[in-house]
């Protein structure tokens, strides 16, 4: 293969990876990132769902591991688990709490540390009646999470910002009374703190 990427050694947690365990460890930053994108997007989201949620996230988790230890006993290297994922695994440690968070404490950073905005916002969209960002524009899930990987983050968070705006016009035009005007609030909030 040509390019730097796959010849570049990297330094993680002060090991040096070979180029194979660094691609390994780009699989798994992306099978980890895709798994966030789509679990956080999963509606309706009750009790049950959410426990089988928590049992897919340590499903990969386990597998993942299984995955970078294959990698590491017969190549060498290594990346220290699934920690050498950086961020992409902290997003999957704190996505189990987030299912189980209070709802007003979900515009509070500290509660959703380790989550990105956009995963935190879809997650207020899903508990309440606000349409998520694939549904109002008639894309299947799959494609939504696609498009998001081929975005930016401010591209992404100004389709979510734009899908409350939506949601507010078309209550207004047609005089509804919903209860999801406190997710909104909770949404700007995020939005509020992922821009600031």
């Given amino acids: 293969m040509n390019g730097s ?11 040096q990876l070979s180029p194979v365990t660094y691609r390994s460890l780009d699989i798994v930053r992306y099978v980890l990132r895709a798994f966030v994108l789509h ?9 049950t769902t959410k426990l089988q949620l928590t049992r897919d996230m340590t499903d990969i988790e386990f597998s993942l591991g299984a995955f970078m230890s ?11 688990g699934l920690d050498g994922a950086g961020s992409e695994y ?10 189980f968070l209070e709802t007003p404490r979900l515009a509070e950073p500290s509660a959703t540390s380790g989550l990105p905005p956009l995963v935190v916002l879809h997650h207020i969209v ?13 894309w299947q899930a799959a494609e939504y999470v696609r498009w998001v990987e081929e975005h930016s983050e401010e591209e ?8 409350l705006t939506h949601w507010e016009k078309t209550c207004e035009a047609e005089d509804i009374r919903d209860s ?12 509020a703190n992922a821009r600031g």
Avoid: W
């Fill in 180 to 191: 999801a005007a406190e997710y909104v609030v909770l949404a700007r909030s995020v939005l």
């Fill in 5 to 15: 990427f796959y010849f570049e050694f990297v330094n993680v947690r002060g090991r």
């Fill in 39 to 47: 679990a956080s997007i999963v509606k309706p989201l009750d009790e």
């Fill in 156 to 163: 992404a968070l100004t389709l979510i910002d734009g899908g």
């Fill in 90 to 99: 902290r997003a999957l440690r704190a996505l189990r709490p987030l299912l």
């Fill in 126 to 138: 899903v508990r309440s009646s606000i349409p998520l960002p694939h549904t109002l524009h008639g």
């Fill in 70 to 80: 294959e990698g590491k006993g017969k190549r060498g290297g290594g990346s220290g």
